[in-house]
């Protein structure tokens, strides 16, 4: 069965520290993985994709993730964190076969002062 | 440049009663989406519209009805509203409809069924 996996539902780091959010998927096809955010109150964002090429791509605000197909792994990373990266996190893979993206649960970042 | 705008913000219904969520879009994309937000569920598409005049049922399409009204409009309706249906509910668009598009949301839609 097709599925992303995000295994820490809250995550707190302090603020300067560094970040790693977890990406687990299942999928049959070639799979495009994506991060979004959601910012309290807000709709989602698009951090980063990766589709092909260099398994380690680069997003906005400083993040980047790498692409670890042995491990069927898609993890979020940033070297400081910023109490402005308080959100909550989605990892989603797609296809070029298919409409649907699946979604992970998310994982939410609280940032300690 | 409003993107994508969803009305309306907050909504309570009593159990029965019928709404309708609007989505619309200013970025000329050709494929929309509804999806419901639950605790610990992440994302979940109800229903989608890869192009005007299309619409596909998603992963949870039971108790709703949708119309791709035009390119830029696409809505949601609950027919008979019930407290399972309590969720945040998001419209995305993207410029196609596969996979790998990026997808643009609203800020998303509040609603408690009583």
């Known amino acids: 069965a097709q599925s992303v996996t995000q295994p820490d539902i809250h995550i707190t780091v302090s603020e300067g520290a560094s970040l790693e959010l977890r990406c687990n998927y299942s999928?049959?096809?070639?799979?495009?993985l994506f991060w979004y955010v959601q910012s309290p109150g807000q709709g989602l964002q698009l951090l980063l994709k990766?589709?092909?090429?260099d398994t380690l791509v680069q997003g906005i605000k400083g993040f980047e993730a790498e692409f670890k197909r042995s491990q069927s792994s898609f993890n979020l990373r940033k070297p400081s964190v910023h109490w402005s990266d308080a959100a909550e996190y989605f990892c989603?893979?797609?296809?070029?076969?298919?409409?649907?993206?699946?979604w992970g649960a998310g994982t939410k970042l609280i940032i300690k002062p | 440049n409003a993107g994508v705008t969803q009305t309306p913000k907050f909504q309570v219904l009593k159990t029965g009663q019928s709404m309708t969520l609007q989505c619309a879009q200013d970025?000329?994309?050709?494929?929309m989406y509804w999806y419901r937000q639950d605790p610990g569920m992440g994302l979940r598409l109800i229903y989608y519209?890869?192009?005007?005049?299309?619409?596909d049922k998603g992963e949870v399409p039971n108790g709703y009805n949708v119309s791709r009204l035009n390119k830029r409009e696409f809505s949601l309706r609950l027919e008979s509203a019930a407290p399972s249906q309590t969720s945040v509910y998001f419209c995305?668009?993207?410029?196609?409809?596969?996979?790998?598009?990026?997808?643009?949301f609203g800020p998303g839609t509040r609603l408690l069924v009583l």
């Open positions: 519209s890869a192009s005007e005049g299309t619409t």
């Open positions: 989603a893979v797609g296809s070029d076969s298919n409409y649907q993206l699946i």
């Open positions: 970025m000329n994309h050709n494929s």
């Open positions: 999928y049959g096809a070639t799979p495009y």
């Open positions: 995305a668009s993207s410029e196609v409809g596969w996979g790998l598009e990026t997808q643009y």
């Open positions: 990766y589709f092909s090429g």
